[in-house]
């Protein structure tokens, strides 16, 4: 349903991109957003960033806040919505965009939501699937040992599994060390994390021992939330390994300092 949007008569014809740069990537990691439009223009696509974008309106959505969440929804679809394509570094806020709009926005709304929602894609999703982005030049196999942690809303909202591991091994030449229980939550949930933190502390002990019995030097991931609980858990404990969003590996940023150890 949604490669209606591209148009296959007019190969020629560079895909129009808009860039959803999340409140984490601005406000934790920017990185993730050059790296994410440094593989956008890789794939061959006019990427644009709407500056005047904010919040998805997920965290007051989680909280049952549908007033403060409806205006929001508005200004992104706004914003967002003359692009060809958009395209989200974070499955959870695709996932709010693609899933949650249309239930909470009604009439008119409610159309451009689900118009929105058909053309809007998360980063891996994107490039694997839908502009088939190509390496720049032939990757040698990476000594670089990485797992990969699938998060609950990528993997659930917008089945986001096979797409990051194909992208890994064409573009950087990266088999990925498979975790055990790779499908199982890391406990952040959002609000979750806050509001049941014995629980959600436990979920993520978890998730980082089955990260560190692979032996990978590097674990990786779609959302920032996530890789944000992972890496704090990993700096409170003394473990060595690094935390890097996929955008990161996929266009070559290593120089950026792991998540929780930069300035």
């Known amino acids: 349903m949604n490669e209606q949007y591209h148009d296959h008569s007019h190969p020629a014809q560079r895909m129009r991109v808009s860039l959803f740069v999340t409140c984490l990537a601005d406000l934790f990691r920017p990185s993730v957003a050059f790296a994410s439009i440094k593989l956008l223009e890789q794939a061959d696509c006019e990427v644009t960033v709407p500056l005047q974008q904010t919040c998805c309106g997920q965290p007051a959505y989680s909280s049952g806040d549908y007033d403060a969440t409806v205006p929001l929804a508005q200004q992104v679809i706004g914003l967002l919505e003359a692009a060809d394509y958009v395209v989200v570094p974070s499955g959870s806020c ?10 909470i926005l009604q009439g008119e709304w409610r159309d451009r939501a689900l118009k929105l929602a058909a053309k809007t894609f998360e980063l891996t999703a994107f490039l694997n699937d839908i502009a088939h982005i190509e390496p720049q030049h032939k990757k040698p196999s990476s ?13 659930r909202e917008m089945h986001i599994k096979e797409q990051p591991r194909q992208l890994l091994r064409q573009l950087c030449g990266i088999e990925v060390n498979e975790l055990e229980k790779s499908e199982v939550c890391c ?15 436990k979920m993520v002990n978890d998730k980082l021992d089955n990260a560190l019995a692979t032996g990978a030097k590097v674990l990786t991931g779609g959302d920032l939330g996530c890789l944000l609980n992972i890496a704090g858990r990993a700096q409170r404990q003394g473990e060595e390994i ?17 998540i929780g150890e930069g300035p």
């Open 242 to 258: 690094e935390v890097r969003h996929i955008a990161e590996l996929l266009s070559g940023d290593l120089d950026t300092p792991p």
């Open 94 to 103: 695709a996932g709010m965009i693609c899933h949650h709009y249309p239930k």
């Open 187 to 201: 406990g952040f949930g959002g609000t979750f994390c806050a509001k049941m933190p014995e629980i959600s502390g």
């Open 143 to 155: 000594t670089l040992s990485v797992t990969y942690h699938d998060s609950c809303a990528g993997l």
